[in-house]
């Protein structure tokens, strides 16, 4: 097939050879009126070298590049670029982390594979498109993962929400490989999950904390505990398997608190030590006494997901972690996250700062958290790392 190429203006070319996978709608030369969304096209300097290959799409970023080369995107191409993600992660080990059988199997641009996002909970694997040039290749995808998962394994496409409506409107959600109700019961270091794939936030859970879901489970030990913006209680899940003398869950949706129960409940944990309350959470933590909960997680929904957004972000950010900080009990922990990509992590900081002067504690960082190794971050791409966390004692 012949593939449309697309010339960059005069010096616009440094960040393809820098390996940034995204080509703006500044950087090109005229455009055809009539090239479709989603169409796969070469990206050439002005003079007409071949940088790359990618799918257009009219908006901010035109070309979202997935190799920078001429290549043809066929069958083999994708095979070969799931093989090498899946290789990726057992070569650093998170194929083989003990009693586990979830991870993400494909992380966009970290993976080289911009537009797509890939989970995998047990034999339930989720195939995510944000561009509707990957969503057009789901086919050659499910094929390409049942390649090298094996036969068994179940694909379900949940990308109606992901991609530019007008195109929504003619897809829906569903199996690509399997049948049946689109959830799964996973696995991770022995704790279990149902995760509801089709009706669940993200593709059904948040794997992109499970080593700090690890991690801040150890420190709950004999400590009350508030989950806020608990989702489906992974945080509390941990720290009553711990030993947390109390947790409470909290989430604005009743679904999720829904969830949350049947997750405490699916691990045998007391119920006794643990409370669900389906609440804004603002709200709550302002009916609270000071100093009830030692322990505090805080990790919410993105506030922002566009520039234009950040300052409000910001403001959001810094009310709600000032009143945890003025809530929390004196030596207490909290840990606080963001998954903003346009909030970096220097002002994510800046502004936990502004929260505790405003709070008028003292504070001090002893942590610093991100996402896990199955969500990789391109050394060319670092709009990739979006979740950022710090774990804060406060006196």
């Not at 796969?40 to 257009?56: F, N, R, S």
């Not at 190799?67 to 990726?88: K, M, T, Y």
């Not at 995510?128 to 057009?136: A, E, F, N, P």
């Amino acid at each position: 097939m012949e593939i449309p190429v697309l010339r960059l203006k005069k010096g616009r070319h440094q960040s393809i050879l820098r390996k940034h996978p995204w080509v703006f709608s500044g950087a090109l030369q005229k455009v055809p009126r009539d090239l479709e969304d989603g169409v796969t096209v070469c990206v050439a300097d002005h003079e007409g070298h071949i940088l790359g290959t990618g799918h257009y799409h009219r908006g901010s970023i035109a070309v979202r590049l997935f190799a920078f080369e001429e290549v043809v995107p066929d069958a083999a191409f994708w095979a070969d670029r799931i093989g090498r993600a899946i290789a990726f992660r057992q070569k650093v080990g998170i194929l083989s982390l003990p009693d586990t059988d979830a991870c993400r199997l494909v992380h966009g641009e970290g993976d080289g594979l911009s537009g797509l996002v890939v989970d995998r909970y047990s034999d339930v694997v989720v195939l995510q498109c944000h561009s509707i040039g990957m969503h057009r290749q789901r086919h050659h995808l499910a094929v390409a993962l049942q390649r090298h998962l094996g036969p068994a394994v179940r694909i379900y496409d949940k990308s109606k929400n992901a991609l530019p409506p007008k195109y929504a409107a003619g897809i829906s959600d569903g199996w690509l490989v399997g049948e049946g109700a689109p959830e799964a019961v996973m696995r991770e270091y022995g704790h279990q999950f149902y995760v509801h794939v089709g009706e669940g936030q993200k593709t059904g859970f948040f794997l992109d904390q499970r080593e700090n879901r690890r991690y801040v489970a150890a420190f709950c030990e004999g400590r009350t505990v508030l989950n806020a913006f608990c989702y489906s209680g992974g945080f509390s899940v941990y720290a009553l398997a711990r030993g947390a003398s109390h947790v409470a869950s909290v989430d604005a949706s009743a679904r999720a608190i829904e969830w949350t129960e049947r997750n405490v409940a699916l691990n045998e944990l007391p119920g006794d030590r643990h409370e669900a309350h389906v609440a804004d959470v603002l709200e709550f933590l302002k009916g609270q006494p000071f100093g009830k909960y030692d322990l505090m997680i805080v990790d919410p929904p993105a506030f922002a997901k566009r520039l234009d957004k950040r300052h409000k972000a910001v403001q959001g950010y810094k009310r709600l972690n000032a009143l945890a900080l003025r809530q929390i009990a004196p030596g207490g922990l909290l840990f606080t996250f963001s998954c903003s990509q346009v909030i970096d992590l220097q002002l994510f900081k800046d502004t936990i700062v502004a929260a505790g002067i405003e709070a008028g504690r003292q504070v001090r960082i002893f942590a610093t958290l991100s996402q896990g190794p199955d969500h990789p971050v391109s050394l060319f791409h670092p709009e990739g790392s979006y979740l950022k966390g710090l774990g804060l004692f406060v006196a």
